[in-house]
């Protein structure tokens, strides 16, 4: 098919249950997010593994580039209050 004429591409994720996070479950093709929304209900959700669905469109996603990843997340390592070893979690804490 001539990708001029192809419907515009949307990323799926799913949340399996209420309170954790969404996962990328793949990708659908569809000319708006409504049709988006029931193609991926109908490809990634057939037997009840969802709660919630989210699409959005491939070309909204910006993803920076593992090759700068060492200069993209200098400027954390500097500020060690940022790391978790700091934290101590609750007894109970869910989902984390």
Do not use: C
Not at 56 to 62: E, G, K, L, T
Not at 78 to 96: L, N, Q
């Amino acid at each position: 098919m001539n990708k001029e004429k192809q419907w515009p591409l949307w990323e799926v994720f799913i949340q399996s249950k209420t309170g954790l996070p969404y996962k990328h479950a793949g990708s659908v093709h569809a000319p708006d997010a409504e049709m988006a929304l029931q193609n991926a209900r109908d490809t990634y959700t057939r037997r009840g593994e969802g709660n919630s669905i989210w699409v959005v469109p491939s070309d909204a996603i910006i993803a920076s580039n593992p090759a700068d990843a060492e200069s993209f997340y200098e400027p954390g390592n500097d500020k060690i209050y940022r790391h978790p070893t700091f934290y101590v979690m609750p007894e109970g804490a869910k989902h984390i």
